[in-house]
């Protein structure tokens, strides 16, 4: 596989995300869609939440700055796709990491995205989409979390 396809080698299962994580996969592969009609509920229900237009506005901002300032084009696979890709699966991290509030390990993910001179303003983008993610999957129950 040459390195221009490696960021689209599957690496997992979108199901096996947690919902932050496969809420950021769900909307990177929507991001510059085509076809508007297509998309599922969640887009429909984010724009309805009080923050959801400054959430859409921010998932515009990452994309555009991956688009401009990425290492290279991200690789996505197609919305009803299962499988979960290198480049998808990094961008996922790297919204949760931002979301739960590990701003450097949302750092770290940031430069294998893009260009290390934009690595901050992406992180700090990471973390309001991750918190307008998190707000949309709602609460989480104490008990369904794992103590390490």
Same mark, same amino acid.
């Given at each position: 596989?040459?390195?221009? *396809?490696?960021?689209? +080698? ?6 096996? =995300? ?31 939440? #009080? &923050? ?6 921010? =998932? ?6 991956? &688009? ?8 996505? *696979?197609?919305?009803?796709? #299962? ?14 990491? &931002? ?5 450097? #390990?949302?750092?770290? =993910?940031? /430069? ?15 973390? +309001?989409?991750?918190? &307008? =993610?998190? /707000? ?11 103590? *390490?």
């Amino acid at each position: 596989m040459s390195a221009r *396809h490696r960021g689209g +080698e599957v690496v997992g299962r979108v199901d096996d =995300l947690a919902p932050v994580e496969a809420g950021a996969v769900l909307f990177l592969r929507l991001w510059g869609s085509s076809d508007r009609d297509a998309q599922p509920s969640d887009l429909s229900l984010m724009r309805e939440v #009080d &923050a959801g237009s400054r959430a859409l506005e921010t =998932l515009e901002r990452i994309c555009s700055l991956c &688009a401009q300032h990425g290492r290279r084009p991200l690789m996505r *696979h197609s919305l009803g796709c #299962d499988c979960l890709g290198a480049d998808e699966n990094f961008f996922a991290q790297m919204i949760g990491a &931002a979301a739960d509030g590990g701003r450097e #390990d949302a750092m770290m =993910l940031a /430069t294998l995205i893009v260009r290390p001179d934009f690595a901050p303003a992406l992180a700090a983008l990471s973390e +309001e989409f991750g918190l &307008a =993610l998190k /707000t949309l999957s709602g609460p989480v129950n104490p008990r369904d979390r794992v103590l *390490h």
